[in-house]
């Protein structure tokens, strides 16, 4: 993302990188007031969880401890992933502060830094994109699921931090989902002036002009055309 990040972010990123700095970090159990800075950091992330819960459920994932749950009450295997790699990522900002790697590092204040850095740029890398609404009856496009297994064993997979499509991304070819439809979306030419967006599943067609480069574009174009558009 080009924007630079919001207050709350940096001050999520801030909390989950200090609790992780904590002298005694892995040793104690966590209160419950810790795990809502855990909660805090996935929902900042973008992944709309229900809670997160001590891991009492699988032996799956040992990295941490913890596991995200979705509102469904599933374990959430995007977000877990995604904590364990966090919790890893700053583990590695942390390593640095103890020694004999400490001599190793100029300044140990950097270290913090550089990991509330890392994770407040993982969390607005996380973040999906906002599906575009295509009709005034409030039918979305959303971009394409990234769709894990729960692989952690010994190390969180790499994968878990992820890039998702944003409004600058060129908008062509197959460009996401119909949202609840579930139907693959793409972009064809069916005018001098106008492409349509099809659905392979429900046959829904939204035209837009040629013009259109960007999901952004094409958001900004279909925001005005709704506003413009007859209540049904
Ligand atoms: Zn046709
Ligand atoms: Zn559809």
Not at 19 to 41: R, S
Not at 161 to 167: A, K, L, Q, S
Request: charged share 25%; proline share 6%; glycine share 6%.
């Amino acid at each position: 993302m080009t924007q630079s990040a919001s207050p709350d972010i940096i001050a999520v990123a801030t909390s989950f990188v200090n609790l992780l700095f904590k002298e005694d970090w892995g040793e104690t159990e966590l209160t419950p007031a810790e795990v809502e800075v855990l909660f805090a950091t996935v929902s900042a992330a973008g992944f709309n969880p229900k809670e997160v819960v001590k891991d009492g459920l699988s032996d799956e994932v040992s990295h941490t401890d913890y596991h995200v749950i979705d509102q469904s009450g599933h374990v959430h295997a995007a977000a877990t992933n995604w904590l364990n790699r966090a919790f890893f990522c700053t583990s590695m900002y942390r390593s640095k502060l103890i020694p004999p790697k400490r001599l190793w590092v100029p300044g140990q204040v950097d270290c913090r830094e550089n990991a509330i850095d890392a994770i407040k740029t993982e969390i607005e890398r996380s973040i999906p994109l906002e599906p575009i609404q295509l009709t005034p009856d409030g039918e979305r496009l959303r971009e394409f699921p990234y769709n894990p297994t729960l692989n952690g064993f010994s190390r969180p997979p790499v994968q878990a931090f992820v890039d998702h499509t944003r409004d600058e991304h060129e908008f062509r070819g197959e460009v996401g989902i119909h949202d609840y439809c579930e139907g693959r979306m793409k972009r064809i030419r069916v005018a001098e002036t106008r492409d349509a967006l099809i659905c392979g599943r429900c046959h829904l067609r939204v035209l837009f002009p040629k013009e259109v480069q960007t999901y952004g574009e094409l958001r900004g174009f279909l925001a005005a055309k709704i506003r413009l558009a007859p209540r049904g």
